[in-house]
């Protein structure tokens, strides 16, 4: 008798397989899900980081084309801009308007296997 009360109480305490294997799965789920939070929020702040970086690479072609002495001639024009360590291929597009005093600068900013990042315009007159 002694046997069967020492078998039983040892068989009702702790978890079964079953149990355990149900918890270790809920426990990979979570930190799955976990891991995808994290690597979007990286992915996001890199992209914000790129987007500031060519903002400025932007914002540069920008300024020269205003602070230039002459009208910029009308055509395209591509330059490498490195910000922060990072290469950008920026393309600087210039067309006539219908006023011939003033033209339109349109700036694309590309990343390094060339995807747009960034485009800005604006127009530059004469002095």
């Known amino acids: 008798m002694r046997l069967r ?3 039983r109480a040892w068989a009702s305490s702790g978890f079964t397989l079953i149990e ?18 994290t690597m979007s929020l990286t992915r996001n702040a890199l992209r914000q980081s790129d987007l500031v970086l060519a903002s ?3 914002e540069n072609e920008l300024a020269k084309a205003r602070l230039a002495r002459q009208m910029p001639a009308v ?16 393309t600087t597009s210039t067309v006539p308007t219908l006023n011939p005093n003033f033209r339109r600068v349109d700036v694309q900013v590309r990343d390094e296997v060339n995807a747009p990042i960034l485009r800005i315009s604006t127009v530059v007159g004469r002095f």
């Open 56 to 58: 400025l690479c932007a």
């Open 20 to 37: 355990v294997l149900i918890a270790l799965g809920i426990v990979a789920l979570a930190l799955a899900a976990g891991s995808q939070a």
């Open 5 to 7: 009360r020492r078998k």
């Open 75 to 90: 055509g395209d024009s591509g330059s490498i801009c490195v910000q922060a360590g990072t290469s950008f291929n920026v």
